[in-house]
T-cell receptor, first 118, second 112 residues
Framework: GAVVSQHPSRVICKSGTSVKIECRSL??????MFWYRQFPKQSLMLMAT?????????EQGVEKDKFLINHASLTLSTLTVTSAHPEDSSFYIC??????????????FGPGTRLTVL | GENVEQHPSTLSVQEGDSAVIKCTYS??????FPWYKQELGKGPQLIID?????GEKKDQRIAVTLNKTAKHFSLHITETQPEDSAVYFC???????????FGTGTSLTVIP
């Protein structure tokens, strides 16, 4: 149980295009999903917290108009990188929090999406 | 906020030896401490976690110890194997929140 998938696993796009990344919780409903960005040999940096049915909460320094997050259902959240530029190239990882009723909010991570912007 | 420090940043051990990675944190309200293993090009995988109401937890070759007074917790891997080579991250979270604060990672290499 507690499997999180991401699609696509790898994407290469031209500068100026938009890219959508999907994050799905396959066997549980996640009221909260998180989006992280990871540069090579660095730790995970939280970009935003996504709650089903409401607007995402962005971390300081993350542009909400550039990184659009939608959490339309309890099993799906999407991150759209708009007008991508080479500096947006990174490893994007989502995680899903376990449903309410648990004592602690455990998070389970997806396999990540490698974005390369040419 | 929370400040999580992780040491060492790199660690090389001979196969069969033990590896220890330590994290310190600053917020005494933190009470959930997971450890993640990340292989190259993959997402982090939870390997063990500990709650604040216990001091030690063990799962086969992996153990985690927690010292709430000193605000540090450690990952112990015994009888290391080459497949243990990966980057390990500690994380800290409060029960009242849902945000993880990650350590900076430790690149572990197990030499056959």
């Amino acid at each position: 149980g507690a499997v999180v998938s991401q699609h696509p696993s790898r994407v290469i796009c031209k500068s100026g295009t938009s890219v959508k990344i999907e994050c799905r919780s396959l066997d549980f409903q996640a009221t909260t999903m998180f989006w992280y960005r990871q540069f090579p040999k660095q730790s995970l940096m939280l970009m935003a917290t996504s709650n089903e049915g409401s607007k995402a909460t962005y971390e300081q320094g993350v542009e909400k108009d550039k990184f659009l997050i939608n959490h339309a259902s309890l099993t799906l959240s999407t991150l759209t990188v708009t007008s991508a530029h080479p500096e947006d190239s990174s490893f994007y990882i989502c995680s899903a929090g376990m449903p309410q009723g648990r004592a602690y909010n455990e998070q389970f991570f997806g396999p990540g999406t490698r974005l390369t912007v040419l | 906020g929370e400040n999580v420090e992780q040491h060492p940043s790199t660690l090389s051990v001979q196969e069969g030896d033990s590896a220890v990675i330590k994290c310190t944190y600053s917020d005494s309200a933190s009470n959930y401490f997971p450890w993640y293993k990340q292989e190259l090009g993959k997402g982090p995988q939870l390997i063990i976690d500990i709650r604040s109401n216990v001091g030690e937890k063990k799962d086969q070759r992996i153990a985690v110890t927690l010292n709430k007074t000193a605000k540090h917790f450690s990952l112990h891997i015994t009888e290391t194997q080459p497949e243990d080579s990966a980057v390990y991250f500690c994380a800290v979270m409060r029960n009242t929140g849902n945000q993880f604060y990650f350590g900076t990672g430790t690149s572990l290499t197990v030499i056959p």
